[in-house]
């Protein structure tokens, strides 16, 4: 069993690995890199200057990972070091100490650019595909430790992981000298309650979009609008402020309002916002529609079972035909305008925003719409099978009360399909995400995907991808193990994988 | 009493009229549209589906409408005329005919639709007999299955479509590709239970050939698990291409499709409420009605409902 | 001397609503079943054995309904229940049955133990933990090793025999007064038959309840039952004791059904099998219903039901053979060697 658990557990991270490398194959093989700019207002300022535009769009591609882009300063700077004679000496294109360099550079594969207007040279070398994907995967998980701050200006940085106190000395936290965030592991009363910045993952960075902010970050941080509140700071200074003190990371030059608040160098800190983040957004939908769809669906369905061929019954078939046959554009639409016209409910998210518990209700009833249907098949059709089967007309002949067969038969068989479901539900709520994210304005994880696909923010894509199909994956997984807790007889092997049921219908 | 006698006199009975079993004479595809237009619904939605297809066909052929062009950029009184007699479904932002434009757009949605569906059906139908039958190929087709099966069909659309870039050859490629997989699957569990039934193992042993069983003992006995797969899959395309013209990743802008003239009317959604509703109906009626009637059809060619 | 009674039917009809159609399963069949006796219900598929004893525990499927007829126990009319909760108190408790498939008639998902002890804590109220012991002394009684250590565990960590036997200790687990035992072996491999058959013989030696078998295989009922009753369409045939159905049949139709016995058949000769197939039951059967089949069918038999004919005070036959002025007819002669072949293959003590 456990060798299963092992083995399914490894199979799922291959999965996940798979696709998210098809994907990142494909999107940076077949999407034209220029497609970037287009959208891009810097690009769209310099794009009638070209002895700028160059070196704007080779340092955009390095950014990306396309290639490896050297202007004529940073070549001389990586051969003669920065500040030396030679550096100087190089900086003179026609000099032998350039002409060197440039052979250095040139036997290493890397080709040579002048710009006409302005005589400046610069080399790139583009990176094989495969060896970015290395790359990709490479930077992927990033540990915070004492050695990562490696700042010239400040080489007196004390190095030391140590257990200290707060800002306002409530609380106490496992704190770092050296490390990128000041905060490793603290404690505070928002869920889950105790967080880590130790381990986090990186996937590149957005671009146009969140300019420059690592993708992963733009979909964890809080948005809205700051919120301040009394602030005691390190030195001291008590002020109405917005920034959240565990968010600290380390920054190399402060500023003097800084140097007043502050008695160290971690004071890049984020601010403390009023509306969850896109993953956070997008959590709470999935999770309510979860819990809606199973709350509606599984009584219903078992309700449906028990009057089969009743006027509920065909209402539910109808209902089910209806989110079948309809496409979820028309009938997430007609749910939206019901709810609006005879409810009053809002039609887009930002219009009363996310702290106010009317506009979650359309969207979370129009993402459970199609999952609703899946489960309430499943779960009738598996209370019939189990009404007319034969352990159940034994129980019967026991002399059982119906309630007494329901409740102890038939209701703890159930629990099988419940679990079936999750995986299905779940992979639902992800692809329904993009739809009804777009279409109530809410800004999650799913129109993120969208956005990003218009404006081509490559990392962004991925970095989705990657997310949406491990939450998939492992949802899968979950519910695999989860029926291996519930029903005694299986004992999953490899013979018995494949009969998992379709997920998609 | 002659006549009792008569009664105690033993009969001889007619053995083959014993072996009768009083069934009436049975036609399969007889007894198929029978069952068929039993049912008003069907009859009705099958004459919609009909009726739609013919315009959507036909209509564009004579409209001219072009997405990209206006009919007269200067004449501001053709713009937002609410469906009238000469507009039946009014005039839009451009001052185009929605009518025009719906049935355009209604014929790349139905072409679409129909392409895909009869490639993906094609190549799913193969491929999952194979599947089904060759158990050593099993094996192998289940490990790709379970990786590509988990992931979110819709984000695997969005892409694709995102690196081929728009355009109709594109979009129905990406249609293809994530499709055909789980009709393959869904038609090798088919086989599979068919595969082990006794007369395949008898007529196994009698030393039939794969191709022969495939083809005569198999794919028949899925008839109305094909057909149901069809009515399913007709809808599901249309609704993923609809969204993703919504998305505006699908089409290029030359080419209209429901779901684009529904992307593009979002705006006037409160404004002029027809723009956005009509096509959504449309939209709607279409699915809808291949759907019904591809389901009433595939209960009908169950023979089991044949009583 | 005068046995007791203690089930009686009287002319019960059974119709199913069938789509729109109705069919009759069940012709007007009356029954008499003494205290402590095994009686054994023998016919082919479909000739409604299973249907009839279901009338006695309430069990009829949704679309099936009792049309006719008065089924007395303990002094009241069972047909006359109507409601689900007067039913529990007669199932399990009263009238319990063993179905034919060991594998599905338990839940896979409870142990072994709970789906004892619930039916004894719903019909003798007793607590979790005297119900726990009850439940091992049974298990222990039929015939479980360790019962103890194996309260917990799961139907699927059972084998098919032994899964049987649980079944038949919930069904005896309230002291029932009659146990209908639904094709009991059926599903069982042949060895375990036979121990299956021998361990209710032994415990309605020690619990003393009636029980009725219902079964298409003769050999069975040579074994434990000791009267017989012959159904064909819907309606009883034949009945008498396991001695006379075997040594004296009369109907044509039992005569039909124990040639095609498979122990019957001699070597290099085609095994007897009834032709033609049993009549349709959605229409009204005219005269006798196997009038169709029987070789030795006279005009009659196509005009006129025939009435039960009585042959000793325990054996009746429903067949115009019977009647004075129907030609004397033999019975086939493998049927009169019958006495030999049984004893060849069952021993001595059978019968």
Redesign the interface.
């Known amino acids: 069993m456990k060798k299963y658990i092992l083995i399914r557990v490894l199979r799922s991270v291959l999965s996940i690995l798979a696709v998210t490398s098809i994907a990142y194959l494909l999107i940076f093989e077949f999407v034209p890199r220029n497609r970037v700019f287009e959208n891009d207002g810097m690009y769209a300022k310099i794009s009638n200057r070209p002895d700028q535009l160059p070196l704007y769009v080779n340092s955009k591609f390095e950014e990306l990972g396309y290639l490896i882009y050297k202007p004529q300063d940073e070549l001389c700077r990586d051969v003669y070091g920065a500040n030396t004679a030679d550096y100087t000496m190089c900086q003179d294109t026609t000099s032998s100490l350039f002409k060197s360099a440039k052979a250095t550079y040139e036997a290493k594969g890397f080709i040579f650019y002048t710009i006409e207007q302005t005589g400046y040279i610069y080399a790139t070398k583009e990176i094989p595909v495969l060896e970015r994907l290395l790359g990709f995967y490479s930077r992927m998980i990033v540990i915070d430790h004492p050695n990562v701050i490696q700042d010239e200006g400040n080489p007196n940085l004390e190095r030391k992981i140590y257990i200290g106190q707060n800002w306002d000395k409530s609380s106490y936290a496992l704190m770092c000298s050296g490390c990128e965030h000041k905060y490793l592991v603290y404690l505070d009363w928002s869920f889950p309650f105790v967080h880590q910045n130790v381990v986090s993952l990186y996937f590149g960075r957005s671009l146009p979009t969140f300019y420059g902010i690592p993708t992963f970050q733009v979909l964890t941080q809080d948005q809205g609008t700051n919120v301040l509140k009394p602030v005691t700071f390190p030195t001291g200074v008590v002020t109405d402020s917005g920034v959240m003190e565990y968010t600290c990371s380390y920054k190399s030059s402060l500023d003097s309002l800084e140097t007043t608040k502050f008695n160290d160098n971690y004071a890049n800190c984020s601010l403390n916002r009023n509306a969850p983040s896109m993953m956070g957004t997008s959590f709470i939908f999935g999770i309510l529609a979860l819990i809606f769809s199973y709350l509606i669906s599984i009584p219903l369905g078992m309700y449906m079972a028990s009057h089969k061929g009743k006027a509920i019954d065909k209402a539910g078939m109808a209902y089910i035909v209806f989110v079948i046959a309809v496409p979820a554009l028309a009938y997430i639409y007609l749910f939206r305008y019901i709810g609006s016209t005879l409810f009053q409910l809002p039609e887009s998210f930002p219009s009363l925003g996310p702290n106010n518990m009317l506009s979650y209700i359309m969207p979370t009833i129009s993402l459970a719409l199609p999952s609703v249907a899946g489960l309430l098949m499943w779960t009738r059709r598996y209370m019939v099978d189990q009404n007319t089967?034969?352990?159940v007309?034994?129980?019967?002949?026991?002399?059982?009360?119906?309630w007494?067969i329901y409740l102890?038969?038939i209701l703890?068989?159930a629990i099988?399909p419940i679990a079936h479901g999750l995986p299905g539900a779940i992979i639902g709520a992800i692809g329904g995400a993009i739809i009804t994210e777009r279409i109530y304005a809410i800004p999650g994880m799913g129109k993120m995907l969208n956005d990003s696909i218009r404006v081509f923010n490559n990392n962004m894509v991925i970095t989705l991808t990657f997310i949406f199909t491990s939450l998939a994956i492992l949802s899968v997984l979950l519910g695999d193990l989860l029926i291996t807790r519930?029903?005694?007889?299986i004992i999953l092997d490899d013979k018995k994988k494949g009969k998992r049921k379709n997920v998609k219908r | 009493m002659s006549s009792?006698?008569?009664?105690?006199?033993?009969?001889k009975?007619d053995?083959f009229?014993?072996?009768h079993?009083?069934a009436p004479h049975y036609s399969y595809w007889k007894s198929v549209f029978k069952q068929f237009f039993k049912s008003k619904l069907a009859i009705a939605m099958l004459f919609m589906a009909v009726i739609i297809f013919a315009i959507a066909m036909i209509q564009p052929l004579f409209s001219n409408y072009n997405p990209l062009a206006s009919p007269d950029i200067s004449d501001f009184s053709i713009r937002f005329n609410r469906p009238n007699l000469t507009y039946w479904f009014g005039t839009d932002h451009w001052g185009n005919s929605l009518f025009d434009a719906v049935w355009s757009g209604a014929r790349t949605s139905i072409t679409i639709a129909l392409l895909a569906t009869s490639i993906n059906m094609t190549v799913g139908i193969t491929v999952g007999a194979i599947w089904g039958y060759n158990k050593k190929l099993d094996k192998y087709l289940l490990e790709i299955y379970n990786v590509i099966a988990n992931v979110p069909f819709l984000l695997v659309a969005l892409m694709l479509i995102y690196v081929l870039g728009p355009g109709f050859w594109q979009l129905i490629f990406v249609l293809c590709m994530t499709e055909w997989l789980s009709i393959a699957y869904f038609i090798r569990t088919q086989v599979m239970i068919i595969r082990d039934r006794e007369y395949n193992l008898v007529s196994r042993t009698l030393g039939t050939s794969s191709t022969r069983m495939i083809s005569r003992n198999i794919l028949p006995f899925l008839t109305s698990v094909i057909v149901t797969l069809l009515s399913r899959e007709i809808p599901s395309i249309i609704s993923t291409e609809a969204f993703l013209s919504f998305l505006g990743v699908g089409l290029p802008p030359s080419i209209t499709s429901l779901g684009k003239l529904i992307s593009i009317y979002i705006t006037y959604y409160g404004t002029y409420p027809y723009l956005f509703w009509i096509p959504v109906a449309v939209l709607a009626s279409v699915s809808v009605s291949f759907y019904i009637v591809g389901q009433t059809f595939a209960d009908a060619s169950d023979p089991k409902t044949h009583? | 001397m005068e046995r007791k009674v203690i089930l009686s039917a009287r002319d019960v009809v059974v119709k199913f609503r069938v789509?729109d159609r109705v069919l009759t399963a069940i012709r007007k069949v009356s029954l008499d079943l003494y205290e402590g006796e095994t009686l054994a219900i023998v016919g082919e598929s479909g000739s409604g054995k299973t249907v009839l004893t279901k009338t006695f525990?309430g069990?009829l499927e949704n679309n099936g309904f009792i049309a006719g007829g008065k089924i007395f126990f303990e002094d009241q009319d069972l047909v006359q229940i109507k409601n689900?909760?007067a039913?529990?108190?007669?199932?399990?408790?009263k009238i319990?049955?063993v179905?034919q498939?060991p594998m599905?008639?338990?839940?896979?998902?409870?142990t072994i133990g709970t789906q004892i002890t619930?039916?004894i804590i719903?019909?003798q109220k007793k607590n979790r933990k005297e119900a726990r012991e009850i439940a091992i002394d049974l298990m222990d009684k039929v015939g479980i090793p360790n019962a103890a250590d194996r309260f917990n565990e799961?139907p699927?960590q059972y084998s098919g025999g032994m899964r049987q036997r649980i079944?038949i200790a919930?069904?005896l687990a309230?002291r029932p007064k009659i146990l209908i035992c639904d094709e009991p072996t059926t599903a069982l491999d042949v060895t375990i038959q036979a121990q299956i058959l021998e361990l209710i013989k032994n415990l309605q030696k020690e619990f003393g309840f009636t029980t009725i078998y219902i079964t298409h295989d003769l050999g069975v009922v040579a074994n434990v039952a000791q009267r017989v009753a012959v159904m064909y369409a819907g309606q009883i045939v034949e009945y008498g004791t396991s001695h006379e159905i075997f040594y004296s049949p009369k109907h044509p139709y039992t005569w039909a059904l124990l040639s095609s016995l498979p122990q019957l058949g001699i070597k290099g000769e085609r095994l007897y099998s009834i032709?033609?197939?049993p009549p349709?039951l959605f229409?009204e059967v005219k005269g006798d219903a196997f009038?169709?089949?029987?070789?030795?069918?006279?005009?009659?038999d196509?005009?006129e039901e025939p009435p039960f004919f009585m042959i000793t005070e325990s054996h009746f036959a429903k067949t115009?053979l019977l009647?004075p002025?129907?030609?004397r007819v033999e019975c086939p002669k493998a049927i009169r060697d019958l006495h030999a072949t049984i004893v060849k293959i069952y021993g001595k003590e059978a019968l």
Not at chain 1, 393 to 402: D, I, P, T, V, Y
Not at chain 2, 4 to 11: G, I, L, R, S, Y
């Open positions: 089967a034969d352990y007309k034994f129980a019967r002949s026991k002399g059982l009360s119906e007494q102890k038969h703890r068989n099988i519930i029903d005694p007889r | 009792a006698n008569e009664k105690f006199q033993f009969v009975i053995e009229a014993s072996e079993i009083s009583r | 789509r525990t069990m689900n909760k039913w529990e108190k007669i199932r399990g408790s319990a049955t179905f498939d599905s008639s338990l839940n896979p998902i409870r619930e039916v719903k019909h799961y699927f079944v919930i069904a309230c032709p033609g197939t349709s229409y009038a169709q089949r029987n070789p030795y069918a006279m005009n009659i196509f005009e115009w009647d002025r129907a030609p």
